[in-house]
């Protein structure tokens, strides 16, 4: 993920009253003192498994994304619907992979990560990241870079150092496999992700580390600079990638001859070609090559340092892999989910679409809030009013910020025989929406508060016909749900004479 912001929070500072034991007795020279001040739990959270960690904002606990690719640590909808934070708008907007997204302020009475305490401060709020995120905020590169950090997938750990007359030291201390390369930070820039080179087919790319990214990626620039073409032999089309905002970026996977990173050869790797425009580095090392690798930023001495702890470096997360199963068997309901759309995807056969449905239904009653969305708007369409309702209660309980499925709810709600819950309910969730968010709009004409003119116009001056469509569906919903069967009809005769993606619409906004 990648998120450039125009104004900087204040600085964090790390306490140096948490330090930990120093690890002098792991580094070679006496006079080197290698302290760690404090340590953060990591784990895989959301649909695509993200790497997040824990903190209090508010005093409320707060899951936050670990996103060294983000040029600043900011708050989701997701977070500030949760703690009723209230928004001003800026007038500016965030660039990301899939589009741009309003940027607001919020005000923060206290925020608690680790070592780290911020008293009341001023902090920006991203609007919209195309699917609503899981967690309350993201640590972007000036929180993590503060000093020196290591991240250990493999211990699910991300550990702070503070080093202490280390100079020119070996700060490698955990093995004897352990490379570094130098980091170099770019004049003026305010991203303090460092950089560092890597050789695709022999030629030398400037890359960095994005943790907020799930697999690795090369610009399309960059492809063509280590002669690698999207349109030569074994090269396919990917799927969009979704960021920030409402649009996506096209991608390819092609074979990389050899990727080199000091030491460190990879051969005949599969790996993902993209064209977001952002740019930020030549090569973008995400969270596949991080759970590959032990690594710390030792940004006392401009060194990256890492080894290779095992697994696929460029695993771009195309084929059921055995840290998703280990994950998912281990009680992680949001890999329970991820391993469920896998499976039911067919793509091995029936047996694995039944087991697909039987880590789907665990996942839900395991608590993912995406699990039971997708099985709220499948008993939607089932008409098991009841269930639905359940189910996507229980996921705008902890996703506060989504609003495709507090339509769902109200559809449930209103087919259940609970028109005037179903009511107050929506008006209460979208009473938060700025009046710039889709699908605000269609809450509106639920409300009341709309005529069908005014929201298929309002359709229209967004993404054009997709969204056109959708609000189509959703007024034949409305009408369905309410047993208007003459309005129903004129509104399901305009979607079959103008809207060619009937998949689309249900997958939107339900059956």
Sequence with gaps: MHISLLRPLPRLLLGAACALAPLSHAIAQSECKYTPIGKLPLRYSGPGLEITTEGTINGVPAELLVDTGASQTYLTRTGTERRNIRLYATGRRSSGIGGTSPIYASIVNEFIVGPVRAGRSNMPVVGSMGDTPPYDGILGSPFLFQTDVEISLATKQLTFFVPQKCGGTWLGYWGKDVQSVPMRMHGGEHHRNPKFFVRINGKELEAMIDTGATTSSITSDAARRAGISIDGPGAERGADVVGIGSHTASSWYVTVKTFQIGEETVQNARMSVENSGLNMADVLLGADFVRAHRLLFAMSQDKLYFSY????????????????????????????????????????????????????????????????????????????????ATRLRSALDKLPAERHGAVW?????????????????????FARTQNDEWPKPIGEFYLGKLSAEKLLSEADEGDGKERHCEALAAMRDFHRAHAQPEKEGAIEAQIKASCTTPELIYTKLGG
């Design 309 to 388: 702890v095992g697994g696929e470096p460029f695993g771009q997360r195309r084929t059921l892999e055995p840290w998703v199963l280990a994950e998912a068997e281990g009680g992680n309901a949001d890999a329970q989910y991820a391993l469920a759309r896998s499976l039911y995807s067919g793509e091995h056969g029936d047996q694995d679409k039944e087991r697909g449905a039987e880590w789907l239904e665990k996942a839900a009653k395991g608590g993912s809030p995406y699990a039971n969305l997708y099985t709220g708007r499948s008993l939607l369409a089932q008409r098991d009013y009841a269930g639905a």
């Design 409 to 429: 709810l109200y559809l449930a709600r209103v087919r259940a025989g609970q028109a005037e819950l179903a009511k107050s309910e929506l008006a209460t969730i």
